[in-house]
């Protein structure tokens, strides 16, 4: 059985093996902990005070999955951030469990929240096709990072309360 959880800062280990065996599936991702993820060091407290992120366990005590959140300033904008979710485990329904915990989480927290974005690189088009699924829309908004594997990302969006709409009362 899977559990799926709040992150603690101890689980920047774990998410950082999972985050590489990710980027180990594309062709030019690169990963480097230390030059472009310090925040695992601290993972939780990266994401607080106006945010969390969530792990997914399996019954190995092995994370293969995480998805975070993050508020703007004045709480009516949030981003997913760290949406991974190891190969075994998809087409099972984790990634939308981790993305419902999320939005309750969300909708609770901070119910002035009017939407819901997202930033992904290029590559992972089968995380495009997973956020359209769950009620996202790209923008059409496209941006450069300055990374070590040069990645172009796209830029998708929805309403809180519009995410996972079609497809919610299965999860539950």
């Known amino acids: 059985m899977t559990e799926i959880r709040l992150a603690t800062n101890h689980d920047g280990d774990q998410i950082s093996d999972l985050i ?10 690169v990963f480097d902990r230390a030059a472009e993820f310090p925040e695992l060091d601290a993972i939780a407290d990266d994401f607080a005070p106006l945010g969390a992120i969530w ?8 994370i293969i999955g995480c998805l ?3 508020l703007s300033d004045d709480q009516t904008v949030a981003e997913l951030h760290k949406v991974y979710l190891d ?6 329904g984790l990634a939308q469990r981790l993305l419902s915990r999320a939005r309750d989480w969300l909708l609770a927290q901070y119910p002035a929240c009017q939407e819901l974005v997202l930033w992904t690189d290029t590559r992972f088009v089968v995380g495009h096709h997973f956020y359209r699924k769950c009620g996202f829309i790209e923008t059409g908004q496209t941006r450069i990072l300055d990374d070590l594997s040069k990645s172009a990302e796209l830029a998708f969006r929805a309403e809180p309360a519009t995410v996972l709409a079609a497809t919610y ?3 539950h």
């Open 20 to 29: 590489a065996k990710v980027f180990a599936e594309y062709p030019g991702c």
């Open 55 to 62: 792990v997914a366990e399996n019954a190995e005590g092995q």
């Open 68 to 70: 975070g959140i993050k």
């Open 87 to 92: 190969k075994s485990s998809r087409g099972q």
């Open 169 to 171: 009362n299965n999860l």
